[in-house]
């Protein structure tokens, strides 16, 4: 599963980086679009990679939801989940490798939710993934910064 995500990371690092790339870095970046699809999972079943539910924390307004994720692909992913944000919300995926070494965040933008079925969404990623190596906690805090637009917060002191 971490091979997965290595490849989805590198290769939406690629696409948000594709007017500065040399040749080899398109080269590369069509390559994976071969394997893993450009488009959303739920657009072409024939570039879908199936997951069985694995974990996947996302936030949402009031704060970070679980879900579990069973399609991938370059474009996007489904997420099932009880609680999916409003259809246009932006998000940021949070994915943890099995052993807790490596963190993905993927920003991502709701594009349709059901609350069929227990719930679920598909969301279409929205700009350059994150990747960072952790140590595993028992808080299990995010490690990557998170930002949603340029608005900077002014703490409140008490």
């Not at 992913?77 to 807790?100: E, F, N, W, Y």
């Amino acid at each position: 599963m971490l091979h997965l995500f290595e490849l989805m990371h590198e290769y939406r690092a690629l696409v948000s980086a594709h007017a500065d790339l040399p040749h080899e870095g398109r080269a590369r970046m069509i390559g994976l679009a071969r394997v893993l699809g450009s488009h959303a999972p739920w657009q072409e079943a024939r570039l879908r990679k199936k997951l069985m539910d694995y974990p996947a924390r996302f936030t949402c307004s009031g704060g970070v939801e679980r879900g579990e994720i069973r399609c991938v692909s370059g474009g996007g992913m489904t997420i099932h989940t009880k609680r999916p944000p409003l259809a246009g919300s932006r998000t940021l995926v949070r994915l943890t490798d099995p052993g807790g070494a490596v963190e993905y965040v993927f920003p991502a933008r709701v594009v349709w939710r059901t609350m069929r079925f227990d719930g679920g969404m598909g969301v279409i990623f929205d700009g350059p993934p994150m990747r960072e190596d952790v140590h595993k906690d028992e808080f299990g805090l995010w490690r990557c910064s998170m930002s949603l637009g340029t608005r900077r917060l002014t703490p409140m002191v008490a």
